[in-house]
T-cell receptor
Framework: DTAVSQTPKYLVTQMGNDKSIKCEQN?????MYWYKQDSKKFLKIMFS???????INETVPNRFSPKSPDKAHLNLHINSLELGDSAVYFC???????????FGPGTRLTVL | DAKTTQPTSMDCAEGRAANLPCNHS???????VYWYRQIHSQGPQYIIH???NNETNEMASLIITEDRKSSTLILPHATLRDTAVYYC????????????FGAGTRLTVKP
């Protein structure tokens, strides 16, 4: 009965590869997000989707592309992975753009 | 850049109340105060939020000063499982879903 789930939990890959992280929420929320938590533990928003439309895109390299097939899913695709992409990525969701956000368990990405 | 200031770390004895302060001296009239916590290796967990009145739920109480320039999160009976990093965030909720996390306070509950 997990509310916000992410797969995989851990992802280890080589520089230059392309990888995807999946997120699903079963809360019926309309808005979903991707956050990045770096090695210094700062948590920063990357993307926000409301009803499958992008509404926030912070200064994120265009190697990162979110894809929302439906409002319950927001996947993060990363092209040409770099060492600096190593971080924990969190998905979150909320009812609307102004509402409380609920986070997933995180995906730890390690780029070698 | 977070708009809040929190102590880097705090300790609390198990069973005692944990009082976590937060300064938000530049808060605007339409900004809410949110508290989240992050237990090691887990996603941030919502605790409570408020605008100007004190709030209480099953997890904690939130006390906001009358001038709204600071607030305190109270965990009434801290347990070892409350050891986490606690984040105080101010955000405008109308047409804005941008939450900016700072460094937070690392609370360690000791037996």
């Amino acid at each position: 009965d997990t509310a916000v789930s992410q797969t995989p939990k851990y992802l280890v890959t080589q520089m230059g590869n392309d990888k995807s992280i999946k997120c699903e929420q079963n809360l019926g929320h309309d808005t979903m997000y991707w956050y990045k938590q770096d090695s210094k533990k700062f948590l920063k928003i990357m993307f926000s989707y409301n009803n499958k439309e992008l509404i926030i895109n912070e200064t994120v390299p265009n190697r990162f592309s979110p894809k929302s097939p439906d409002k319950a899913h927001l996947n993060l695709h990363i092209n040409s992975l770099e060492l600096g992409d190593s971080a924990v990525y969190f998905c979150a969701s909320s009812w609307g753009v102004a509402d409380t956000q609920y986070f997933g368990p995180g995906t730890r990405l390690t780029v070698l | 850049d977070a708009k809040t200031t929190q102590p880097t770390s705090m300790d609390c004895a198990e069973g005692r109340a944990a009082n976590l302060p937060c300064n938000h001296s530049t808060i605007s009239g339409n900004e809410y105060v949110y508290w989240y916590r992050q237990i090691h290796s887990q996603g941030p967990q919502y605790i409570i939020h408020g605008l100007k009145n004190n709030e209480t739920n099953e997890m904690a109480s939130l006390i906001i000063t009358e001038d709204r320039k600071s607030s305190t999160l109270i965990l009434p009976h801290a347990t070892l499982r409350d050891t986490a990093v606690y984040y105080c965030i101010v955000r405008v909720t109308a047409n804005n879903n941008d939450m900016r996390f700072g460094a937070g306070t690392r609370l360690t509950v000791k037996p």
